[in-house]
C-alpha cells in the first residue's frame, strides 16, 4: 500500500500549518477517514492526529451548550446536558452508526463524512464527486438511498450524518478555524448542495479545521423526537430521518423545528413547514399539511420514488412523537 | 429427554458444545489463521466487465513493487490437467483462457511477500478488456428460460384443475438472490510437499470431496492431497464446491515455489462462492369451499450462470406438502452473464415454500378458513407425489404447538384491524420441510487403557457443533462421561464421511458412531466372555488383557428402508409481527418455531440451530437482497454495510419446540435434520404475518419499509 506519514499534532496551529500543504488530512476518530484509505479513494501523504488537542469539552456557555470538535459521540449522547437541554442531539446519536463507531467518532468527522453511495464508493465506476467529471453513476442507475431534494444534475447523493439533522434543527453554529482567525457558520449552511461541483461536501477551506459546534438554548427539550426509518433496526442508514422539535404551549405549537436526512446532499432544514405549523394546534392534520409543505419540490428517481411517500409519512409520525399525540 | 424439560423456553438443558470454549477464546484455529513456513499471499483481480475477453494485461507496474513474487493470468498459468476432461458446462476453469463470464471473474493473482504489498501491486494490475453485450436480468429475459437437465415438469392429475376451483389464487412472487455471508470468509493455505504432493488448509464443508476434487484437478493421486478443515466459521451451502480462488492459490503456490495463502475480500463473497439464486415464482392454487385443495400448480424461473445449468427446483414442494389430487410443477433455468448460484441452506424449499405457503395463506382469507385449519384440512397422509408412506412424520402435533405458544387464538380474523401502542398487529404462520437422508460414513471408534474414547470421521464441522450430538451419541451407547470422548473431525486422513450439507450429518455420521460404539462394545464382550455387563469398565478389561487399545472401524449406510417409505424433516413457524401504520417499518415481535426431526439428540445445540435457521429467515423476509446495476452487471451491494442481516436489535425472543418423536425409520437413533427446516417456511410466515397486520401482501422479498409505505400515503 502507499506509505504515508503520521503526525500527532499537539496545537491547533500545528495543525493548520500541517493541513495547509496538499496531500495532508486530519484524522480523528478515522471510522469514515480509514474506510477511503483502504477503499482507495483516497491516498493522503501525510495524515494529522487532531485527537490529542483539548478540544473534547462539552461546556455550557450563558446562551447554550458548546461542543468541542473532539467529543466523541457516545459521550455526547451520553452527557448530562445535552439529555437536559438538548435531547433530540442524544437521539439521532444513538440513532446513527454503532456502540463501538460511535466511541471512535467525533463531532468535527461526523460532519465531515462522507456519502455513503456505492458509485462513490467503487472507484471502477463513474462518480462527479470522487472524480470530477466522470459522470454520476446514481443517476440512472441503483439510486435508492439518493436525494428527493436539492440535487444537481451532477450529483443526487444525500449526506448520511444522523447528528447533523438534529444540529440543524437546532440553530447550531460551527466554529471553524483557519489561518485569518475563526468564523462561525450556520450549522444550515455549512454544507452545501451538489450544483457544479458535487466534489465539494460543505463551505470548510482546505485550510481551515472544525473546532466545535455551539448549540443556542431553547424549550424543544420537552417535546423533540428523532425517527429515523431504515432497513434494519439499527447499524443501518436512514432511508429517511426527521428531527423535529416543538415549543407547544396548551395544544399550541409556538415553534418548531423540523429537518431531514436521507433526502439531500446537507441536513434539509424545512423552514417553510415550520412556519406553517406555528401558532397552529396540534393535531394530526396539522402535521399532515406541514409534511405536504415539507415535500414540495421533491424529485424522486427510478429506485427512491418511495421516499415521496415515506418522507411525509416520517414527518407526521415525528411530530406525533414530539408532540405526544402518537 | 422429557418434552417438558426440551420444550420449555427459558430450558438450558443439555450439554454445551463440547468445542465452545475454543471457540469464544480464539483457541480454534481457522484455514487462514495457518501461517505455515514460507508463507507467501495471493491477491486475486476481478474482471470489471460482465461479458467479453481480454484484450492485454499491464502487470510490469505491478511485477515491479516491492515483494512481488508473481503475477499468474492466462497469459501465463501452467497447464492445469485435469482441466481437459472437464465437461462443457462446469465450474470456472481459472486462467484457463481470455474469457471474461461475469463482473468479478477472477482474471489475475498476484503474489508477494506481504498481504500488504500483494493488495497494493494488485491494484497496479491494468486489464483491457474487449467488451460484449451482457444480459444479467432475470425480470426482462423470463421468456427465455429453459427447462434444466435434470429436471422435467411433474404432472399428477389435471395440471389446470386450479382454474376451475370456486376459491383460488393465481400470485407471482419473487426472491432476491441472497448472498453467502458467513462470518469467516473463504480462505485458503496451499503448499506443495512435493511436485505431487499437496497441503491444503481450506475452508470446506467436505474435506474428503475436497480431497478428491483436487486430486482430479491437478492430476495427481487422491492419497497425495491432504485437507485440514478443522473449523470452518460458519457455511450454508458455500464450501460444498471446490471455487477458482482455491485452484488459483494452489498454482500460485507451485509457481512462486513457497506455500500461498489466499483469503476473500467480504466484497468478494458476493461474486465468488455462490449465492441463492433470484427466481421468479408464480403459483395457481384452487380449492373448494370446504377448503379441499383442488389443484396447484407451480412455475419457477431460477437464475443460473452462463457455464453451469444449476437448478434449486423450488417447485417440487408444490408436489409433496398438501393432500391434492391435481398437481403440477414445472422448474426452469435463465442463463445469464453473472456466477454460479450454489445451494444455500434450505436450498429450493426455503425458495419454494415462500410461494406456496404466501399462496394458502391468501386462499385462506379468500375462504375465510383459519391457516392453520386450512393445513389440517389438507394434511398429506401418504406422500402426494408417489403416495408412499412417510418414515415418520408428526407435522399435526407441531401446528398444535406452535399456535399454544404463540397465542394464535388471539390474531386479528380481520387484516389491519389490531394495534399495540400504535403499530398494527399481525400473526401469521408457515410449514417448512425438507427430505431427511442418511448418507454412507465410517467411523473409526478407538478404546484406551486410559479409558479414552476417540472418534474419527472425516465430516466437517460448519457451525452446528456437531461434535457435542456425536460424542453424546457415544456416551450414552458406552456408558461412558463425554469429558472421557473426543471426536476428531476435519480432516482427510479420517474415514470416509459425507459432505456437511442438506441436514444429513446426525443422520449419517451419527448413526455410524452409534454402530461403531455397538461393534466396540460387541469386540469387548469378546474379550470378556459370556455373562460380563453390557458396559464394563473398558479401561480395567484392556489392561487385564494386556492391551493398550482396541479399535474398529464401522461402515454404516441407508439400506431397503428408503424405497418403503419418503423421509422428511418438518418445521412450522408462527410469527407476530408489528408494523408502523405511517413509515411501513417491520419488527418481528415473536417468533415460536417447532421442528418435527425425530429424536432430539443434543437439545442445546439443536435449539441453536433452530434459532440460527429463525434469524437468517427474518433477513430473508425482511432485509437480504443483492443488487445488480445491470448496465454494468455487477453487484452494487458487496459489503455489510449496504448489504442488510438482522442484527441483534432485529430479533426477538425465539422460542424453539420440538415434537421429539423418534423416527427409527430412518436409521437406529431416529434423528433426522434440523438445519434446513429450520430456515424453510420462515419468510412466508413474516409474509403472512404482514398481511394479517397491514391486508397488504408483499409478494417481492425482502418486505422493507418502502413497500408498505404507499398504503399509509397521506391523502
Ligand atoms: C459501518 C458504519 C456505519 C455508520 N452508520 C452511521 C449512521 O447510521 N449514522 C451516522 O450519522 N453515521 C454513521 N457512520 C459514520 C460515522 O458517524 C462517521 O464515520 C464518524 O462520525 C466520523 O467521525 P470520525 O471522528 O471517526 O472522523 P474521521 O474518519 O477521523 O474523519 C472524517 C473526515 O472528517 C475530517 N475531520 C475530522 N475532524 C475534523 C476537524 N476537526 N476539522 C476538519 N476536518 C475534520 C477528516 O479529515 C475526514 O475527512 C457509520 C460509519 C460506519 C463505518
Ligand atoms: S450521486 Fe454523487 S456520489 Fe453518487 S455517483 Fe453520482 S456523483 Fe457520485
Redesign the interface.
Known sequence: MKQFQYQRASTQQGVLEAISKPGTKIIAGGTNLVDHMKHGLIAPDKLVDITHLPLKGITPTKTGLHLGTLALNSVVSEDALVLQKQPLLSMALKAGASPQLRNMATVGGNMMQRTRCTYFYDTTMPCNKREPGTGCGAMEGYNRMHAIFGASAQCIAVHPSDMCVALAALDATVIVVGKKGQRHIPFTEFHRLPDDHPELDNHLAKDEMIIGVDIPDNNFAKNSYYLKVRDRQSYAFALVSVAAALDLSGGTIKKARLAMGGVAHKPWRLFEAEKFMEGKSVTEETFKQAAQIALQGAKAYEYNAFKLKLAPASIVEALKQASGLA | MNKRTLNHPKSTTGTSRVDGRLKVTGGAKYAAEFNVKGLAYGVLVGA?IAKGSIRSIDSKKAENAPGVLAVISHLNCPKIPGYAAEPAKAPIKIFYDDKVLYNGHAVALLIADTF??A??AA?LIKVEYNAQKHITSLKDNLGSAVAPPSDAEFKKGNPDAWQSAPFKVEQEYILPSEVHNPMELHAIVARWDAPDKLTVWDKTQGVKDTQSNLARIFGIPVENVQVHSKYVGGAFGSALQVWQHEVAAIIGAKVVKRPVKLMLTRADMFTSVGYRPLTWQKIGIGAAADGKLVGISHWATGQTSTYEDFAESPADVSRQLYACANLYTNNKILSLDVGSPIWMRGPGYATGTFALESAMDELSYQLNIDPVELRLINYAETDPETGKPYSGKSLREAYKMGAENIGWHSRPKKPGSMTED?WLVGYGMSTGMFQADREPATVKATMNDDGSLILQTAVSDIGPGTATPMVLIASETMGIPIENIRFDLGDSAYPNAPQQGGSTIVSSVGSAVYLACIALKEKFQQLIGNGGTDKPDYAAVLKQHNLVKLEVVTDSKAGTEVDKYVMYSWSVHFIKVLV?P????V?VDKATCVADSGRIISPKTARSQIIGGAIMGIGMA??EET?I?H??G?V??A?F??Y?V?????IPQIEALFVNEPDLNINPLGAKGMGEISLIGMAAAVANAVYNATGKRVTEL?I????L??W????
Open positions: 470489471t500488504e504489498r493488495q497494493y491494484s400504535g408502523n405511517l413509515t411501513g417499518v419488527k425482511l432485509m443488487v446495476d448496465r454494468y455487477k452494487m451491494n459489503s454495510g449496504d442488510h438482522p442484527v441483534q436489535a432485529d425482502p422493507t419499509p418502502d413497500k409505505v404507499g399509509g400515503e397521506l391523502s
